[in-house]
C-alpha cells in the first residue's frame, strides 16, 4: 500500500503563495502517477492537477493554470504543489493523490489518497 502524507498547508492572504508537499513512504513512487485534489467547504471534490511517473505529462484544471505548478523529487518520494497568487476560493483541504494509471482532469477516484492538509486564503 502507498502511505501519503501531505504537509505545508496554513493561512495566507490573497495574493501570497503556499507550497504543499506530499511523501509518500514506497520506493516504487517513481512508477506512480502522482496529482492534487481539493474539496472546499459544501463543495465536491474536485482535480487541481496530475503529473506522470516520469514528469514528461502534466495536466491542470483551468482555474490554476497559470498560477499553481505541480512537480516531483523521485529521489525523495515527494510530490511538490506551489501555489502562487492565491484566491480566497482557493481555500479548501487539498488531497494527495497517487495511481498506478494516468490520473486525469475530471477524474473522481484514484488509487491512493492522503488525508489532506487545509489551506486557507483570507480576503
Known amino acids: 500500500q502507498v502511505q501519503l502524507v501531505e504537509s505545508g498547508g496554513g493561512l495566507v492572504q490573497a495574493g501570497g503563495s503556499l507550497r504543499l508537499s506530499c511523501a509518500a513512504s514506497e520506493r516504487t513512487f517513481p512508477n506512480y502517477h502522482m496529482g492534487w485534489f481539493r474539496q472546499a467547504p459544501g463543495k465536491e471534490r474536485e482535480f487541481v492537477v496530475a503529473?506522470?511517473?516520469?514528469?514528461?505529462?502534466?495536466y491542470y484544471a483551468d482555474s490554476v493554470k497559470g498560477r499553481f505548478t505541480i512537480s516531483r523529487d523521485n529521489a525523495k518520494n515527494t510530490v511538490y504543489l506551489q501555489m502562487n497568487s492565491l484566491k480566497p476560493e482557493d481555500t479548501a483541504v487539498y488531497y494527495c493523490?497517487?495511481?498506478?494509471?494516468?490520473?486525469?482532469?475530471?477524474?473522481?477516484?484514484?488509487?491512493?489518497w492522503g488525508q489532506g492538509t487545509q489551506v486557507t486564503v483570507s480576503s
Open positions: 493523490a497517487a495511481g498506478r494509471r494516468q490520473i486525469l482532469p475530471g477524474d473522481r477516484f484514484v488509487d491512493y
Open positions: 503529473t506522470s511517473w516520469n514528469g514528461g505529462s502534466t
